[in-house]
Every structure is written in C-alpha cells, then in structure tokens.
C-alpha cells in the first residue's frame, strides 16, 4: 500500500490538491488492477489519489445524440441503466463476460480503459459502439475516438494527471453481439474476443464495426473488415469471407493463454458465428 491516499471530493478539488501531492502518484477507482498489482509487488508509487465517488466521473445520462458513461460507473450497473440497455447492445452483451460477479460491483469502465490492456472486455465493446472518450487536465478538456487513446500494452495517450471523465456513444438504433474464448465459460482472460456493431435494414448491412481483444497490441478495431460488411447481405458466404478477412488484420501472440495461430483462427471463427446470431 502506498503511503498516503488522497480523497479529494470534485474535480476542481483535486486541481487544487495536486501540486502538494508525491509525484509518484496512481488512480484509484474501483481498484481491481491497481490493488492487484500493489499485491504482487509490482505497484511502488507513494500516493493514490481516490477518484471513484468524484461526481463528475458517476452516473449514466443521456443528450440529444448521445449516451454519456461516467468512467468511475461500476460494470455491474450498466445492466441496470435504461439507456445502456437501450443504446449500447454490443456493451451490455460484454458485461456477462467481465470477469466475475464480484469484480463487477467494484470494477470501472475508465479504469479497464486506463489499463490499456489489450483483453479488456468493456474497451473492446465500445469501441464497436464507436465510443469516444473525454478527457480532462486542470481546466481543460478533450475528446478523441476510444480506439486512438491506446499505443501499446499498458500505454495510452493519456498525459500525466490527465484523467478519463467518460465514455461518449452516439444514439443510433443497432444490433450487435460480444463473443469471447477463454480458458472456461466464464470468469477467465480472453484468448480472443469479438464485439460486432450493425446497423441492418432487412438482412443487409448498412454499417458494421468489429474490435477484437487479445489479439492485437491494442484493443483493435479492424477497419478493413468493418468497411467489407457495410453494404452486404447477411449470408453463410458472407460471413465466411468476413472470417477471412478479420484474420488477416490481427497479430495475435502466443503466451501462457494461447497460441497466436489458435487465436487468429478463433477470431474468424467467433465473427462467424457473431454474423450468424444477427441473422437468427
């Protein structure tokens, strides 16, 4: 545990507070990555700063184009959010699949997007919902497409003090589907997973957009494959050619999970299947 702990109780308090704070200092949220970490050894900075009740990080609300997700807002709840449930049908699909029951009553979406790890279940969601996250530093704010916030394994473009206030995701009406491959049914890491956004008319795809989680640097959005589906009919062919082209766009690795070979096959396998539940 660090030495001290700060709780400051708005973000304009914490503004004031920083300067009088260590240097070495992390986020805290819900806590269930950093309090692992600090567990194994691996956490070794002097101060956390508490942001889980800030105000301006809580609660689910919505504008006349979008659906705005508070960063600190608890995974669990997400299920519970009328707007969520109505908008965001690629996320809700995610929320089975994060870890256990018990982490998501502590778990945060800005924290599974601040760790920057490549398997992270709500990251992967929005970023087929075509999320953008907003960000703030001091006085000023800024907002960037979700999928251009990660540059590697536990890196993001986020500047130091610089924090996510939340998740933007345009109201427009859409179907999807979150698949996942783990070590069991549930509760594990991802060996790949594929989250599927579609707008359809009929059986055809007006647009399409497809992340993938651990199979990549990032959580990636492939982009080529995204671009194929808009236009086309839903159909065994169709996504066969899909499947194709989705393995073509990721660089899986092999680790204690999996090898990169089984994973770049699963990622067509589970877009097959993704396409396959939307014609159902």
């Not at 199979?215 to 494959?225: D, E, H, Q, S």
């Amino acid at each position: 545990m660090p030495e001290f702990i700060a709780k400051p109780a708005s973000l304009k308090e914490l503004w004031k507070q920083l300067p009088s704070l260590p240097a070495s200092r992390r986020y805290l949220a819900g806590g269930t990555d950093l309090v692992t970490a600090d567990n194994a050894g691996a956490e070794t900075s002097e101060c956390w700063v508490d942001i889980g009740d800030l105000p301006e990080l809580n609660g689910v609300r919505e504008t006349s184009s979008a659906v705005f997700i508070g960063s600190a807002v608890k995974v669990s709840e997400l299920e519970r959010s009328a707007p969520v449930r109505k908008w965001c049908p690629v996320l809700l699909a995610a929320v089975p699949h994060f870890a256990s029951p018990s982490l998501r009553n502590m778990a945060t979406l800005g924290g599974n997007a601040a760790n920057a790890s490549p398997c992270a279940d709500g990251v992967c969601a929005l970023v087929a919902e075509d999320a953008c996250v907003s960000l703030a530093l001091g006085g000023k704010r800024r907002r960037l497409p979700l999928k251009d916030l990660f540059s590697g394994p536990k890196r993001t473009a986020l500047k130091k003090d610089e924090l996510i206030l939340g998740f933007e995701v345009p109201k427009r009406p859409h179907t999807g589907a979150y698949l996942k491959l783990g070590p069991r049914a549930r509760f594990g890491i991802s060996k790949a997973a594929v989250a599927l956004a579609a707008e359809l008319s009929g059986r055809r795809l007006t647009r399409a957009a497809v992340a993938l989680g651990s199979v990549a640097p990032v959580p990636l959005y492939a982009a080529r494959t995204s671009e194929w589906l808009a236009g086309r009919t839903l159909s065994a062919e169709t996504a066969a050619a899909a499947a194709s082209l989705v393995m073509s766009e990721v660089s899986p690795i092999t680790d204690a999970r999996s090898e990169a070979a089984y994973r770049r096959e699963m990622c067509g396998v589970l877009l097959s299947r993704a396409l396959e539940s939307l014609a159902a």
